[in-house]
């Protein structure tokens, strides 16, 4: 019933995809729950070091043997401008010194190799591959390909899925406006890309030959049943999977989560220097006020750590990262084996009721 051209690709029952979310929500239970439930569990492996890298991937293969995914960033490394950097330091120590944690010094470091991180994906001869923020090199791709991986990219625009497309990628996901976290987009401002996933996925089916993947508000039966009448092979979910059991997301995000409602997030490029949507919080509105220029991804990301780890334990969402999408009044507490099973079975559920509505 559901097989479609990204189920025959990936080998899995269902075409859901749970998104590779990057700061420690995709356990490894969440990931294999959501593999052995029939859909895609992924790895959101943009912030972890090499090692824990493959330590996680080891953790997945030890709980499940069905196709699981690794997601990373594609990050365009660009020297920091030390006078903007040092001004917003100075500035995000008021929230420090706010939260009474330690004013900080220059950072050097601001993210992980992607280069090795690829080469744990290689060696691990992980199933599928996926990535974001741009396109990895042809080389890497070469690599990917001779490992049999299968490789799926993030567009925002046509233009995006063109371009993924022509760089050999097996299928894209299209994410649109709703979608929470980061925004994928990497040919145009990211402001400019804001195109809802109803608008988007048809006018990228239309441009495109391989599978397309929706993401971005889809939360279950009805939006899967939605996609595929788009033209979509298969749907990625992220907010429905932040607030499940498995998932290793901070007891108070899940709870904001939940209790958040379509109009109260936002997107920002207050916590990382790239675009990304979350629920509101005093963080980003503090941040409106801020008279510099936010440096770009990922140097305000390394910047702001320290304030969002401090928050966690201090029990403080305002200052926590919250990244959600629009559909977030849709988000229950439930295991991800029952999001996957529930969304098929309400999606056959869908497909009978417009079977009905045709015969009235
Ligand atoms: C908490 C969170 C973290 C995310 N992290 C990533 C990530 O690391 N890599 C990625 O490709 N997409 C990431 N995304 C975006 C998802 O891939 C996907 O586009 C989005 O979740 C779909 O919209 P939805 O949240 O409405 O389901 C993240 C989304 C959320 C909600």
């Known amino acids: 019933m559901f097989t479609t051209s990204f189920t025959q690709l990936v080998d ?30 992924t790895i959101g492996a943009g912030y972890l070091t090499p090692d824990s890298l493959r330590t996680t991937i080891r953790a997945v293969k030890e709980l499940t043997n069905r196709p699981f ?37 220059r ?23 996926s990535f974001t923020f741009g396109i990895p090199s042809q080389e ?10 299968v490789v799926l990219g993030t567009a925002t625009t046509v233009d995006e899925a063109l371009q993924l497309e022509a760089s050999g990628v097996d299928a894209i996901v299209v994410q649109g ?47 899967l049943i939605a996609s595929l009448a788009l033209g979509a092979s298969a749907v990625q979910m992220g907010t429905a999977f932040v607030v499940c059991v498995e998932s290793g997301a901070h007891e108070l995000y899940k709870e904001a989560v939940l209790r ?6 936002q997107i920002t490029f207050a916590y990382s220097g790239k675009a990304a949507r979350g629920i509101r919080t005093k963080f980003m509105q503090d941040m409106n006020g801020y008279p510099g ?10 910047l702001t750590q320290d304030i969002r780890q401090a928050a966690a334990k201090q029990r403080n969402p305002e200052y926590m990262s919250l990244w959600a999408g629009q559909g977030v009044r849709l988000t229950t507490n439930r295991t991800a084996q029952a999001i996957v099973q529930e969304c098929a079975q309400e999606a056959m559920a869908v497909l009978e009721n417009l079977d009905g509505h045709r015969n009235l």
């Open 140 to 149: 890497v791709l070469k690599h990917l390909k001779h490992h049999r991986i």
């Open 69 to 105: 995914g690794v997601n990373l960033f594609v990050v365009q490394e660009t020297l920091p401008n030390e006078e903007e950097m040092e001004r917003m330091n100075r500035h995000l120590d008021l929230i420090r010194e706010m939260l009474g944690i330690e004013r900080r010094q």
């Open 107 to 129: 950072i050097y470091r601001y993210s992980e190799s992607f280069e090795d991180q690829i080469q744990v994906v290689l060696d691990e001869h992980v199933p599928v591959f």
């Open 177 to 223: 406006s709703e979608a929470g976290g980061h925004r994928g987009t990497f040919g145009t401002s990211a402001m400019d890309a804001l195109v809802g996933t109803m608008a988007l996925v048809p006018q990228v089916v239309d441009h495109v030959c391989v599978p397309v993947i929706a993401s971005g508000g889809i939360m279950d039966g009805r939006g």
């Open 12 to 41: 899995i029952q269902y075409p859901i995809v749970q998104a590779g979310m990057a700061g420690g929500i995709t356990t490894p239970k969440l990931v294999a729950s959501v593999s052995n439930a029939g859909g895609l569990g």
């Open 260 to 265: 958040s409602h379509e109009d109260e997030t």
């Open 293 to 302: 220029k936010i440096p770009p991804y990922p140097v305000q990301n390394a």
